[in-house]
């Protein structure tokens, strides 16, 4: 079955950091690029970040640009997505997402064909 | 960044009845668009992409069409299992990618 499964969100103060984790499972995970997409409580969806397969591609919403950095093990199945000097706007559930096409350069251009059930960040004093 | 407007906000209809969401950019974007679902407490789902490709295992029901600026999903038959919240998503690589502010399906 494919799957991917988020984990590591938490409540946490204004100017701490967290990592958060995506573990693959079911299907070829250095054939795809991979992305972060993230949804505040009762609003819309919002890219936050992707990388492309083997991490030589990578993007990041102007939101988050400086703050958070995105990485992948694709020797383990894994993405990561590492959140500095969080602020209460960056409170949301967080998303990890499959790229539909393998292989691709231009990490922005690809729909999302697999979701995860997102971890939910939380940042409030 | 390109905008993703997506109308109406909220629709109500009848079981067997024809929807039609749209989705307009502020910029042309090919065919460089997908639809999702999102039921509530659930992940997104790919329904389309690439403005008319339906997605392996989406009942046929469901169809895309567009190209440039304009952009529609319909359900042909509106079912129960269809009452949930509808985004668009544009990936024109000279872009970041966008996501429309969602569209609220609801069964009468």
């Known amino acids: 079955e494919v799957q991917l499964v988020e984990s590591g969100g938490g409540l946490l103060q204004p100017g701490r950091s967290l990592r958060l984790s995506c573990t693959a499972s079911g299907f070829t995970f250095d054939d795809y690029a991979m992305h972060w997409v993230r949804q505040p409580p009762g609003k819309g969806l919002e890219w936050v970040s992707s990388i492309s397969w083997k991490s030589g591609t990578i993007g990041y919403a102007d939101s988050v640009k400086g703050r958070f950095t995105i990485s992948r093990d694709n020797a383990k199945n894994s993405l990561f997505l590492q959140m500095n000097s969080l602020r209460a706007e960056d409170t949301a559930l967080y998303f990890c997402?499959?790229?539909?096409?393998?292989?691709?350069?231009?990490?922005?251009?690809?729909?999302?064909?697999?979701w995860g059930q997102g971890t939910m960040v939380t940042v409030s004093s | 960044d390109i905008q993703m407007t997506q109308s109406p906000s909220t629709l109500s209809a009848s079981i067997g009845d024809r929807v039609t969401i749209t989705c307009r950019a502020s910029q042309t974007i090919s065919s460089w668009l997908a639809w999702y679902q999102q039921r509530p407490g659930k992940a997104p789902k790919l329904l389309i992409y690439q403005a008319s490709s339906l997605e392996s295992g989406v009942p046929s029901r469901f169809s895309g069409s567009g190209s440039g600026t304009e952009f529609t999903l319909t359900i042909s038959s509106l079912q129960p299992e269809d009452s949930a919240i509808y985004y668009c998503?544009?990936?024109?690589?000279?872009?970041?990618?966008?996501f429309g502010q969602g569209t609220k399906v609801e069964i009468k």
């Open positions: 997402a499959k790229g539909r096409m393998t292989k691709i350069v231009v990490v922005t251009s690809d729909a999302y064909d697999i």
């Open positions: 998503q544009q990936y024109n690589s000279f872009s970041p990618t966008t």
